[in-house]
């Protein structure tokens, strides 16, 4: 069975910006959409995220994993502990640096390797001018560590964020891109 993980960043909720609009559309594509509301989302931190995400979550060779901003390194920390890879990761607005002091529980030094392995796909989508620096430069960082794909969006700052008036209730370019 098609199945797809959205995972919101820091501070946000499943209901946030693009987060609906991807849900509804692969709905109506046939998969079931699991879209969490991660535990202490405004401290995140990846020792409690991962065990949440791999408790509750159902991973196959049909599985599309799909983050936003910290949700990326999320998706990484799980893929880091999974026996068999996924079909497809996508990351919006992703980082792996520690661009903001706040992030310090979000980065880490990951397993490239294993990473790699456990997903058949990667898409990174990261804008040129994202106020929180999760830019095009940490995309090609993650480009660089596990191949794939890198869409340079060009003055979409974070793809979604209320710090910066960026409701970005719609994301066509992703749902496209999804296998």
Same mark, same amino acid.
């Given at each position: 069975?098609?199945?797809? &993980? $959205?995972? !919101?960043?820091?501070?946000?909720?499943?209901? /946030?910006?693009? $987060?609906?609009?991807?849900?509804?559309?692969?709905?109506?594509?046939?998969?079931?959409?699991? %879209?969490?509301?991660?535990?202490?989302?405004?401290?995140? %931190?990846?020792?409690?995220?991962?065990?949440? =995400?791999?408790?509750?979550? %159902?991973?196959?060779?049909? %599985? =599309? &994993?799909?983050?936003?901003?910290?949700? @990326?390194? +999320?998706?990484?920390? =799980? #893929?880091?502990? #999974?026996?068999?890879? @996924?079909?497809? =990761?996508?990351? @919006?607005?992703?980082?792996?640096?520690?661009?903001?002091?706040?992030?310090? !529980?979000? @980065?880490?030094?990951?397993?490239?390797?294993?990473?790699?392995?456990?997903?058949?796909?990667?898409?990174?989508?990261?804008?040129?001018?994202?106020?929180?620096?999760?830019?095009?430069?940490?995309? *090609? $960082? &993650? +480009?660089?560590?596990?191949?794939?794909?890198?869409?340079? *969006? !060009?003055?979409?700052?974070?793809?979604? /964020?209320?710090?910066?008036?960026?409701?970005?209730?719609?994301?066509?370019?992703?749902?496209?891109? $999804?296998?």
């Amino acid at each position: 069975m098609k199945n797809a &993980m $959205i995972f !919101h960043g820091i501070g946000d909720e499943p209901q /946030s910006y693009w $987060i609906p609009f991807i849900k509804k559309g692969l709905e109506e594509k046939g998969y079931k959409v699991w %879209t969490p509301h991660l535990p202490k989302p405004d401290d995140p %931190t990846l020792s409690i995220q991962i065990p949440f =995400v791999l408790e509750n979550g %159902t991973f196959s060779e049909e %599985t =599309v &994993m799909i983050g936003h901003s910290a949700g @990326v390194a +999320l998706i990484f920390g =799980v #893929l880091e502990q #999974l026996s068999s890879p @996924v079909k497809q =990761v996508i990351g @919006v607005s992703g980082f792996v640096d520690v661009i903001q002091p706040v992030l310090k !529980h979000i @980065v880490k030094d990951f397993a490239w390797k294993k990473i790699q392995s456990n997903a058949k796909e990667f898409i990174f989508i990261n804008s040129d001018n994202d106020p929180w620096g999760a830019n095009d430069k940490q995309g *090609r $960082i &993650m +480009l660089n560590h596990l191949g794939g794909m890198q869409i340079i *969006r !060009h003055g979409d700052g974070h793809m979604g /964020s209320m710090s910066y008036n960026q409701p970005y209730k719609a994301f066509p370019l992703l749902l496209q891109l $999804i296998a």
